[in-house]
C-alpha cells in the first residue's frame, strides 16, 4: 500500500505518520495479544516417535485428480479433492476407525463471495455436542483467507458470511496468505495453527485463539516456527500442522518443503504451544503411491495411542496433481 504525499514532509514526522498508519492497520485488522497454551510439565524429554504407516492409501483419490488434508474428528473425516479445476472438501464415514465409506462432496467455493472458485478446503473439522465446526481455506489463488462453516449432519453446511482470520497487516509474516488452519479446544479458547505467507513468498506457521472460533486474535511474537537451513527438508516452505498433547507436552507434526517440492513431516515438541523445538525426526513416505510426498496430517489420541491420517503422493508439485491419497499411521514411543 502506497502512502502518497509523506515524501514532501520532514522525515521525522513521515516515519511518525507511518507507524501511527501500521499501527492503525495492526489494531483494526488483525488484534494481537501475548498468549500461550496452558502450561503443561512431567513429560520426559528423551521421548520421541517413530512413524509407523499401513502400507495401502485408507482413502483413494478415485475419480478426483487428488485426495488429501483428512481432518478426522470421532466417525467422520472431511478431506480436500481436486477435480481438475477446483478444491472441494468430501465427506467419509467409517464404523471401526479404519474402513472409510466416501460419501461425496459436501462443501465447495462460492464464486459470488469472497471464496472465488479454487478452492473451500484444507479445513479443520471439531464437534462440539451435537454441531460439526469446520474452519477451511478459501479466496483465490495466492490470496487465501480461513472460513467456518457449521452443520448438525456433516453433510449441509451453513458459513459465516465473511472469512473469520483474514491476511495480517502490511509488512506482516502473513500479510498475502493464511491457510492450513488447524484447531484445537482446550478450556474457554479455541487455539488455530496456520501457515502464513508474506510478500517475499516465505511461508511460515503461527497461532491465533479465539472464544467463539469467530473472533480471533494473533500471537504478537508470530511467527512460531521458521523455515529450516540450507538444504534442510523445510527449507522452501512450512504447512499444515497438526498439533496434540500427550506424553507431558505439546507436539507438532507439520509438513516441509525442499526446494524440488519433495515434501515430508517434521516432529516438533512446546510445554506451551508457543515456543516449539524441532526434533529430529523427519517422516517420509515408504511406499511406491506417497514416494515423494507426504503431508497434511491430523491427529486423534486414543490413549496410549496416537493415529494419524495423512496425505501422499507419488508426484512433487507444490499445490495439486500430485495423485494424492489419504494414508493412515501410528506415533509409536
Not at 110 to 128: K, P
Request: proline content about 7%; glycine content about 10%; aromatic content about 12%.
Amino acid at each position: 500500500m502506497r502512502y502518497d504525499g509523506l515524501s514532501t514532509v520532514p522525515p521525522a514526522f513521515s516515519r511518525r505518520v507511518a507507524l501511527a498508519i501500521l499501527a492503525l492497520l495492526t489494531s483494526a485488522c488483525a488484534p494481537y495479544a501475548t498468549f500461550s497454551l496452558p502450561p503443561v510439565t512431567g513429560g520426559d524429554p528423551a521421548t520421541t516417535f517413530r512413524f509407523v504407516p499401513d502400507p495401502a492409501p485408507v482413502i483413494s483419490r478415485g475419480p478426483f485428480a487428488d485426495a488429501l488434508n483428512p481432518s478426522v474428528a470421532g466417525a467422520t473425516n472431511l478431506y480436500s479433492v481436486y477435480d481438475g479445476k477446483t478444491w472441494h472438501t468430501a465427506l467419509a464415514t467409517t464404523q471401526d476407525g479404519r474402513q472409510w465409506i466416501p460419501q461425496g462432496i459436501v462443501l465447495s467455493p462460492d464464486q459470488h463471495t469472497w471464496e472465488a472458485d479454487y478452492i473451500a478446503a484444507n479445513g479443520s473439522l471439531l464437534i462440539l455436542g451435537r454441531e460439526f465446526l469446520y474452519w477451511y481455506q478459501a479466496g483465490p489463488r495466492g490470496a487465501h483467507r480461513i472460513g467456518l462453516a457449521r452443520s448438525t449432519d456433516a453433510r449441509s453446511w451453513r458459513k459465516e458470511p465473511a472469512p473469520v482470520l483474514d491476511h495480517g497487516p502490511v509488512g506482516a509474516w502473513d500479510e498475502r496468505v493464511v491457510a492450513d488452519p488447524y484447531v484445537v479446544q482446550i478450556d474457554r479458547y479455541f487455539y488455530m495453527y496456520y501457515l502464513g505467507q508474506d510478500r517475499a513468498v516465505r511461508q511460515r506457521l503461527g497461532v491465533a485463539r479465539s472464544t467463539d472460533g469467530v473472533h480471533w486474535e494473533r500471537l504478537r511474537t508470530n511467527p512460531i516456527l521458521e523455515l529450516g537451513g540450507s538444504g534442510a527438508f523445510d527449507e522452501a516452505g512450512l504447512g499444515e500442522p497438526a498439533v496434540w498433547q500427550s506424553h507431558g507436552f505439546y507436539w507438532m507434526l507439520y509438513t516441509g518443503r525442499d526446494i524440488k517440492e519433495y515434501r515430508r513431516l517434521g516432529l516438533a515438541r512446546s510445554t506451551d504451544g508457543v515456543h516449539w523445538t524441532r526434533l529430529p525426526a523427519v517422516f517420509s513416505g515408504t511406499e511406491p503411491w506417497d514416494s515423494k510426498v507426504i503431508c497434511d496430517p491430523t491427529v486423534v489420541v486414543d490413549g496410549d495411542r496416537i493415529h494419524v491420517w495423512f496425505g501422499g503422493g507419488d508426484v512433487a508439485s507444490p499445490d495439486e496433481n500430485l495423485h494424492g491419497q489419504i494414508g493412515f499411521a501410528t506415533l509409536v514411543k
